[in-house]
C-alpha cells in the first residue's frame, strides 16, 4: 500500500474468492480496511507487514489456506494502529510450523479475534508448534486478544514465547476452543507460556470452556517462572476447561 496517497481517507482493498500463492500486503500508515474473502491460499504464506494506521481493520474469512510453509498467515513488523482491529473468522489454516504468527502484537486499543477456525499444523519436531504463535504480546488501554471457539491440532493450541504484558483493562482469553493436541516428541499443551507474563491495571486473563484432550491446560516452561499481577481488578481465571486424559497444569 506505499504507493497509495489517501491522507485522512480509508483504503479498502477486498479480495473476494481468489487463489493466492503467496502474498504480501504491507500497510503504509494509511487508514486501510482490507478484506480476505472465500479465499485459497495453497503455497506461500499471507503475510501483513507495515504499519497500518488508527482504527484500520484486517478481515480474512471463509478461506482456506493451506500450505507446505512454516506459517499461513504471518504477521512480521506489523505495527497495529490505535483502536485497529483484526478478525479471523470461520477458516481453514493449516501450515508446518504455525498456522497463525505474530512476531510481535503491540495493541492499543483494538483487538484481535480469532473465532471459529479450523488451525492446525504438521511438524512436532521442535516442541513450539502452534496453531497461534505470539513471539512477544503487549495488550493496553482496553486492548484485546480473544481465541474463541476454534479447532486446534498441534503441539501447542497457543504459545506465548517472549514478555507478555496485559494492562489498563486489557483481555487475554481462550474459550470455548477443542484442542486436538499432536504428540510425537512433547507433551502437547493448550495454552504454552514461555516467557514473563504480568497482568496489571484491572486486565484479565481468561482460559474458560475449553475441551482438551490428551493435553495439558496450562503449561509454564520453568518452574522459577512467575504469573505476576497488580492492580485493583485484576483478574485470572481458569474455569470449565474439559480434559480427557493429560494432567491439567
Same mark, same amino acid.
Given at each position: 500500500?506505499?504507493?497509495?496517497?489517501?491522507?485522512?481517507?480509508?483504503?479498502?482493498?477486498?479480495? +473476494?474468492?481468489?487463489?493466492?500463492? #503467496?502474498? &504480501?500486503?504491507?500497510?503504509?500508515?494509511?487508514?486501510?480496511?482490507?478484506?480476505?474473502?472465500?479465499?485459497?491460499?495453497?503455497?506461500?504464506?499471507?503475510?501483513?507487514? $507495515? /504499519?497500518?494506521? !488508527? &482504527?484500520?481493520?484486517?478481515?480474512?474469512?471463509?478461506?482456506?489456506?493451506?500450505?507446505?510453509?512454516?506459517?499461513?498467515? +504471518?504477521?512480521? @513488523?506489523?505495527?497495529?494502529?490505535?483502536?485497529?482491529?483484526?478478525?479471523?473468522?470461520? *477458516?481453514?489454516?493449516?501450515?508446518?510450523?504455525?498456522?497463525?504468527?505474530?512476531?510481535?502484537?503491540?495493541? /492499543?486499543?483494538?483487538?484481535?479475534?480469532?473465532? #471459529?477456525?479450523?488451525?492446525?499444523?504438521?511438524?512436532?519436531?521442535?516442541?513450539?508448534?502452534?496453531?497461534?504463535?505470539? *513471539?512477544?504480546?503487549?495488550?493496553?488501554?482496553?486492548?484485546?486478544?480473544?481465541?474463541?471457539?476454534?479447532?486446534?491440532?498441534?503441539?501447542?493450541?497457543?504459545?506465548?514465547?517472549?514478555?507478555?504484558?496485559?494492562?489498563?483493562? $486489557?483481555?487475554? @482469553?481462550?474459550?470455548?476452543?477443542?484442542?486436538?493436541?499432536?504428540?510425537?516428541?512433547?507433551?502437547?499443551?493448550?495454552?504454552?507460556?514461555?516467557?514473563?507474563?504480568?497482568?496489571?491495571?484491572?486486565?484479565?486473563?481468561?482460559?474458560?470452556?475449553?475441551?482438551? %484432550?490428551? !493435553?495439558? =491446560?496450562?503449561?509454564?516452561?520453568?518452574?522459577?517462572?512467575?504469573?505476576?499481577?497488580? $492492580? &485493583? %481488578?485484576?483478574? =485470572? !481465571?481458569?474455569?470449565?476447561? @474439559?480434559?480427557?486424559?493429560?494432567?491439567?497444569?
Amino acid at each position: 500500500l506505499w504507493s497509495l496517497d489517501a491522507p485522512q481517507q480509508t483504503l479498502n482493498i477486498t479480495l +473476494l474468492q481468489c487463489v493466492l500463492m #503467496g502474498l &504480501s500486503i504491507r500497510g503504509s500508515g494509511e487508514r486501510a480496511h482490507v478484506n480476505v474473502k472465500s479465499s485459497m491460499l495453497d503455497s506461500g504464506e499471507l503475510e501483513f507487514e $507495515g /504499519d497500518f494506521g !488508527a &482504527s484500520s481493520q484486517i478481515l480474512v474469512v471463509g478461506s482456506r489456506l493451506v500450505t507446505k510453509s512454516d506459517h499461513a498467515i +504471518l504477521f512480521v @513488523r506489523f505495527t497495529f494502529g490505535a483502536n485497529m482491529t483484526l478478525l479471523l473468522l470461520d *477458516n481453514h489454516i493449516e501450515a508446518n510450523s504455525y498456522a497463525v504468527h505474530f512476531s510481535i502484537a503491540v495493541v /492499543d486499543g483494538g483487538g484481535i479475534i480469532v473465532k #471459529g477456525n479450523t488451525l492446525s499444523t504438521r511438524e512436532d519436531d521442535d516442541g513450539v508448534e502452534a496453531s497461534v504463535c505470539v *513471539n512477544a504480546l503487549d495488550l493496553r488501554n482496553d486492548g484485546y486478544f480473544d481465541v474463541e471457539n476454534n479447532t486446534m491440532s498441534s503441539v501447542n493450541g497457543v504459545i506465548l514465547l517472549g514478555d507478555t504484558t496485559v494492562s489498563s483493562s $486489557g483481555l487475554l @482469553r481462550v474459550a470455548d476452543c477443542t484442542f486436538i493436541g499432536r504428540k510425537k516428541y512433547f507433551d502437547p499443551t493448550l495454552v504454552y507460556l514461555s516467557g514473563s507474563v504480568r497482568f496489571e491495571g484491572g486486565a484479565q486473563w481468561r482460559v474458560e470452556g475449553n475441551s482438551v %484432550g490428551a !493435553a495439558s =491446560v496450562l503449561t509454564i516452561q520453568y518452574s522459577w517462572q512467575k504469573i505476576r499481577l497488580s $492492580g &485493583s %481488578g485484576t483478574t =485470572v !481465571a481458569l474455569a470449565h476447561n @474439559r480434559q480427557l486424559k493429560g494432567s491439567a497444569l
